[in-house]
């Protein structure tokens, strides 16, 4: 598997009237091409930072980021992020939202190419619909459609799903790995669940409270699809846990 | 919202003004004032101008000012509000300015209008144009400056052009700000047309006002004025408040 994304030793602060507040610390890893990565850690710990760097749209204060080999500088359509509070305009209706990153393409049926991707995630009937008009998952998985439409190398997903109660949490979680098994995106993930890590990614970060860093790499080896209550993913979790800190043995 | 309902909203605020009107009545009697008119005379006023036609003739005079000065400061302000909000460069030098100009009373420009444009329609045009221009400017650029950055940087992700990104997200984005801009601007323009004609013109609601006053102490043509400016000021700010329901701002009061 070729590399696509290098992080390479970056480093974050913000500052503020008590000084300097380190947020990232020395992080560096790999994302191999058409590889979903996910990065669990305490809330708090700088995951949309080291997210917002990573995808370009943050300067880190040292270290680098290479796409394909070149730095990255800023962000572009070839890296989509999907941010935590949502980011579909709420003045667009859906289809509108879903050819929005369509513009200027050299495209001859950007309607019909906006309407294939509402109904990949289950939005047909709804393309003339408002955000105000559609309930918390249907704009989540717009979002997401608004994403692939412009069929981006990679997916930056920042807490894409936490919003969402548990039975919407899975049927999205399944509908992306659907649209995964077709697309084959290269996928930076960023979740506080961490079942939802081991049911998505093919590895797993675990980042320790501010500034973050990274404390432990978990590969997630089952073939999909996977059974969530198997041994393997529960000893999985447990392991994960432990290294966040939260798993009491008496549990 | 039914006939019912509608009834149910309007009937406190009709008690309280029938009850004005009672008051009114009952203090000019008991006061005996030859001068100030009671209800009556003034509804009487009204039919008067109505039905020799000088109401609707001061009417039109008023209402073409404030649309060619309300037309041109939306014209100007809003491209201007926008350019301010988006570079940083022209807010900081054009803001102070605008900040300084902004307290100047309409009424304080009159003897310069005069000055420059006679006495004629060109002087309340301007003097609308200037004070309706401030409020609109000060709201487009505060809408520019409080788009969510979240939505600039969905549109910096998708990379589009800087036409799209203005067509699409800066301007949808503003536009209810822009509405509360020209409903603040359209009521400031009201206020000053009357102020206006009251001193420099020979035609207008402001004019009928003042003439009636100057020409034989006509209070009861006065406060049919007075009662007629208000109604219509009303009015235009229905309208604008038609469109805030628009089906292109209606996303911000969606919640
Ligand atoms: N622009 C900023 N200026 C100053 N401090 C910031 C800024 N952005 C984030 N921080 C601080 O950096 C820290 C990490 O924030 P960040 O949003 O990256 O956390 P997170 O891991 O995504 O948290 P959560 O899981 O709750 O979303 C927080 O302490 C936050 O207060
Ligand atoms: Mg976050």
């Known amino acids: 598997m070729p590399t696509k994304i290098v992080v390479d030793r970056i480093t974050k602060s913000f500052g503020s009237d008590q000084g ?71 003045w667009l209706n859906v289809q509108q939202n879903l050819m929005f990153g369509l513009n200027g393409h050299a495209c001859d049926d950007k309607q019909g190419l906006a309407d294939h991707y509402a109904a990949l995630v289950g939005l047909q009937g709804f393309e003339s619909n408002y955000p105000h008009e559609l309930s918390g998952g249907m704009l989540k998985r717009a979002e997401l459609a608004r994403a692939l439409v412009v069929k981006p190398e990679i997916l930056y997903m920042d807490e894409p799903f936490s919003a969402l109660d548990a039975l919407m949490n899975l049927r999205m979680r399944n509908e992306l790995l659907r649209v995964l098994a077709e697309e084959r995106h290269t996928v930076l993930l960023i979740t506080h669940d961490v079942e939802e890590a081991i049911h998505l990614a093919d590895r797993v970060l675990v980042l320790s409270a501010l500034p973050a860093r990274i404390k432990a790499s978990f590969e997630v080896t089952m073939a999909h699809p996977r059974k969530l209550s198997s041994r393997y993913v529960q000893d999985l979790r447990v392991a994960i846990l432990r290294e966040l800190g939260v798993y009491n043995e008496g549990e | 919202m039914n006939k019912i309902a509608l009834a149910q909203r309007l009937w406190p605020a009709l008690l309280v003004a029938a009850m004005l009107v009672a008051l009114w009545w009952w203090l000019v009697r008991a006061t005996h004032s030859v001068i100030f008119p009671t209800p009556w005379q003034v509804l009487a006023a009204m039919a008067e ?203 911000r009061y969606a919640h």
């Open chain 1, 20 to 90: 300097a507040l380190a947020v990232v610390d020395d992080i560096s890893f790999a994302v191999g091409d058409g590889e979903v990565v996910a990065l669990v850690g305490p809330s708090g710990c700088g995951k949309t930072t080291l997210m917002n760097i990573v995808a370009g749209f943050e300067k880190p204060d040292s270290g680098s980021i290479h796409i394909d080999g070149a730095p990255q500088l800023k962000p572009s359509k070839q890296g989509i992020l999907i941010s935590q509070h949502g980011s579909v305009f709420p």
């Open chain 2, 49 to 251: 101008l109505a039905r020799d036609g000088t109401l609707w003739e001061h009417i039109g005079a008023s209402l073409l000012r404030v649309g060619a000065g309300f037309a041109l400061a939306v014209c100007f302000a809003i491209p201007l509000g926008l350019w301010m909000g988006w570079v940083q460069g022209a807010y900081i030098t054009l803001n102070p300015l605008f900040q300084i100009l902004r307290p100047i009373s309409p009424i304080a420009w009159i003897p310069i209008a005069i000055l420059w444009f006679g006495v004629g329609n060109a002087s309340p045009i301007f003097l609308i144009f200037i004070s309706s221009m401030f409020p609109m400017i000060v709201q487009t650029v505060a809408g520019v400056h409080t788009i969510e950055r979240r939505y600039l940087r969905a549109a910096e992700n998708f990379g589009v052009s800087r036409y799209t990104l203005f067509r699409q997200v800066v301007i949808p984005a503003v536009l209810p700000q822009i509405i509360v801009g020209m409903r603040i601007g359209l009521g400031v323009a009201w206020l000053v047309v009357v102020a206006a004609e009251m001193i420099a013109l020979h035609s207008g609601l402001g004019y009928l006002i003042i003439d009636s006053r100057n020409a034989g102490n006509r209070y009861d043509l006065v406060i049919a004025g007075m009662i007629i400016i208000g109604l219509i000021g009303l009015s235009l700010d229905g309208m604008m408040r038609l469109l805030e329901g628009h089906r292109l701002v209606r996303w």
